[in-house]
């Protein structure tokens, strides 16, 4: 296991996630807009809910972890948040939700001293604890991805000309799996917390990080992919504090299945 060292954590802008089963959302929004707060729904990905700002509260309903980023979603659909909506806060929300808080983000200056080399990497892609526990879908690479990442990420700028999949696939696999066999950590508070791995431009799917879908127990500092920089307004180059603050997370999800991606 590696360490790294880190700065005095210096909180910034806050996040709240919340999680609620499909037959208490409605009722929900309702009280919610009763309360004052303005409620959108995303249209493309789960990181869109990271807009959330003052009493916009934004919502993210269980078909958007099957659209546009599919199979990232795949870690979404195969953890006991299958068929829960998620709702994200820039403030914390009245007290009768508070069953529901989940998770609490706070920017940090968290600065690995080094991240992993590339053999590092690879040998993180093959630990058990990842082996056994990523979804099925995850590593079913399409023709296509391949092109649309290469044309997504070179167009906002995260990847180069001679960047491509293959040279960043490792890193992709490589979050995640940390996340899960939590090799490199950096202290934080007292605590060792697993990090993301790599810079922004080899991270893929943090939505599954942002949102206390993997190691829902475990705190966790994430880096945001391109697309939560791009759709969510999340920010480069700094590691997020993922921080599990409520009792939901360790709940059964609808189908009365207690299996978590990396619980």
């Not at 180059?237 to 009365?256: H, L, M, Q």
Request: charged share 30%; with cysteine; net charge negative.
């Amino acid at each position: 296991m590696t360490e790294a060292k880190t700065k005095e954590k210096t909180e910034q802008a806050g996040m709240f996630i919340y999680w609620l089963p499909a037959d208490e959302i409605e009722a929900a929004k309702a009280r919610l807009d009763g309360d004052g707060f303005h409620l959108s729904q995303v249209a493309l990905t789960p990181c869109q809910v990271l807009k959330a700002e003052a009493d916009k509260v934004v919502h993210a309903p269980p078909e958007i972890w099957s659209g546009f980023c599919s199979r990232q979603g795949s870690w979404y659909r195969s953890s006991h948040r299958n068929g829960q909506h998620l709702l994200a806060a820039a403030r914390r929300l009245p007290a009768w939700l508070d069953a529901y808080l989940d998770v609490e983000m706070v920017e940090t200056d968290f600065r690995p001293e080094q991240l992993p080399t590339e053999d590092e990497l690879e040998a993180l892609v093959d630990a058990r604890e990842y082996r056994d526990r990523r979804p099925d879908d995850w590593e079913k690479v399409s023709r296509w991805d391949p092109l649309l990442l290469k044309i997504f990420f070179t167009v906002n700028g995260f990847w180069r000309r001679g960047d491509h999949m293959k040279r960043h696939w490792v890193g992709h696999r490589a979050n995640h799996a940390n996340f899960l066999a939590k090799r490199f950590v950096g202290e934080v508070d007292g605590e060792e917390v697993a990090y993301s791995v790599t810079n922004n431009s080899g991270v893929c799917s943090s939505c599954a990080e942002f949102f206390n879908v993997v190691s829902p127990d475990d705190r966790k500092l994430v880096r945001a992919c391109p697309g939560s920089v791009s759709f969510g307004g999340a920010k480069r180059d700094v590691y997020y504090d993922v921080r599990p603050v409520g009792p939901a997370g360790r709940g059964k999800n609808e189908s009365g299945s207690t299996g978590e991606a990396g619980g």
